[in-house]
């Protein structure tokens, strides 16, 4: 058992493991309650901390992972200047991400994605809900091309 | 069928504690625009407006290009449904009813796994209550499944696993004993769901004030003949003469403690 980070006010989300043998886990900060702040953390000869998408607020409750082939995916839920449900992805390590806009709500009920990737296609398969806090939500599908290109 | 059976239990926790506090050293990263993901309504799929679908629910499977999805239905049953995507006709088939946990909660999320020979296995219908559990009849058809089986008495978020050896593994957390205790392991069946072990604890609560989040498990299987769990949760605690746990919601009273298990 390995502590990660010790005290008040965190709230742990996810794992995956990066290049199939690297456990990464994603958890919020929220000792500041107006800025919640998302953070990463690989285990590779010790903890190394990363913070994916700064000056923004997310939402916890719109988060996922999924790895295969190398790539980290993750949705969340971004309150900066384009608020909404986004997709986060890179290749490796470090680096920055592709961040894919889902949908531009700024009331979080597109919440909990669910990721499945498709590595023999290379796809990568998400659902989402949609709707707001009373009526039943719909089901919604989409889906991306493994093959990252940040030259883009 | 036996629901009793004891199995071995392959996973032991090593306990080697190491506190690492690296924190707020690295710079943030920023996030190349990447355009936008046009999303597509599942016709006749809708349900509960927050846990239609759940951020610890596995529920989705990819085979050949099909797609199986399973949801939680509209309230006040919040019954669990399976739809699929028949790629061949890149059409999406009626919702098939699974089977319905308690009224009106909305923690009773289904999950899926596909094992190797095509099997469906879902689960579902659990808080604190039996953890349900269907297998298809035939390979990759959603239409007719096995009666209901009660596969671990008190259960809360399961989260199913197939091993490349078939076994199937299903994480959740524990509610026995009086006070209960809020206890994290797995049970597992070794014959395609026939049978079921007793559940096997992986972290435990010693002095009944702790409870174990578990915000996800990822199987290491690099090594086939010994796969590994990872696991990360937070313990939070719970107000010994209330019952109450501090911090249902996360803004607010949550005293955690973070941890990565890794043996």
Redesign the interface.
């Known amino acids: 058992m390995t502590p990660l980070k010790t005290g008040e006010f965190f709230f742990v989300q996810d794992i995956a493991l990066l290049e199939r043998i690297h456990p990464t886990v994603q958890f919020f900060d929220y000792n500041d309650k107006l800025k919640t702040r998302m953070w990463i953390a690989t285990y590779i000869n010790g903890w190394q901390f990363q913070e994916p998408l700064p000056d923004t607020h997310v939402g916890s409750d719109s988060v996922r992972f999924s790895n295969d082939q190398g790539i980290l995916s993750m949705t969340c839920y971004a309150s900066d200047e384009r608020p909404g449900l986004v997709l986060l992805q890179r290749k490796g390590l470090q680096g920055p991400f592709l961040r894919r806009q889902i949908t531009d709500y700024t009331f979080p009920y597109q919440m909990h994605p669910v990721l499945v990737s498709e590595p023999k296609n290379g796809l990568l398969h998400l659902f989402w809900s949609e709707g707001d806090a009373v009526n039943p939500a719909n089901l919604m599908y989409g889906k991306v091309s493994l093959e990252l290109d940040h030259t883009k | 069928m036996n629901r009793n059976c004891c199995a071995d239990r392959p996973y032991s926790?090593?306990?080697?504690?190491?506190?690492?506090?690296?924190?707020?050293?690295?710079e943030?990263?920023?996030?190349?625009?990447?355009?936008?993901?046009?999303?597509?309504?599942?016709a006749n799929?809708?349900?509960?407006?927050?846990?239609?679908?759940?951020?610890y629910?596995h529920?989705?499977?990819?085979d050949n290009?099909d797609?199986y999805?399973v949801?939680m239905?509209?309230m006040p049953d919040t019954a669990s449904f399976i739809?699929k995507?028949v790629n061949s006709i890149k059409q999406w088939t009626t919702p098939v009813l699974l089977g319905k946990g308690p009224q009106g909660d909305p923690h009773h999320y289904p999950n899926l796994v596909m094992d190797a020979s095509g099997y469906l296995h879902v689960f579902y219908g659990c808080h604190a209550t039996p953890l349900l559990y269907k297998r298809s009849k035939s390979p990759r058809d959603i239409k007719d499944w096995s009666p209901e089986y009660r596969i671990s008495p008190r259960a809360t978020y399961p989260r199913p696993f197939i091993l490349s050896d078939g076994r199937i593994l299903v994480f959740h957390r524990s509610n026995t004993g009086n006070p209960p205790q809020m206890s994290y392991g797995y049970v597992e069946s070794k014959n395609g769901g026939e049978t079921w072990s007793e559940f096997h604890e992986l972290i435990a609560d010693p002095d009944k004030r702790w409870i174990a989040?578990?915000?996800?498990?990822?199987l290491?299987v690099?090594n086939r003949e010994q796969p590994v769990a990872?696991?990360?949760?937070?313990l939070s605690t719970q107000n010994l003469i209330s019952g109450e746990i501090n911090g249902a919601n996360?803004?607010g009273q949550?005293?955690?403690?973070?941890?990565?298990?890794?043996r």
């Open positions: 926790v090593g306990m080697i504690p190491i506190l690492l506090v690296m924190f707020s050293l690295c943030p990263i920023r996030a190349a625009d990447a355009g936008e993901i046009a999303g597509e309504w599942i799929v809708t349900g509960h407006p927050t846990f239609l679908t759940h951020s629910s529920a989705a499977v990819v290009g797609l999805f949801y239905g509209a739809v995507y989040y578990v915000g996800g498990v990822v290491d690099s990872h696991i990360a949760w937070m996360p803004m949550y005293t955690t403690v973070l941890f990565c298990m890794i």
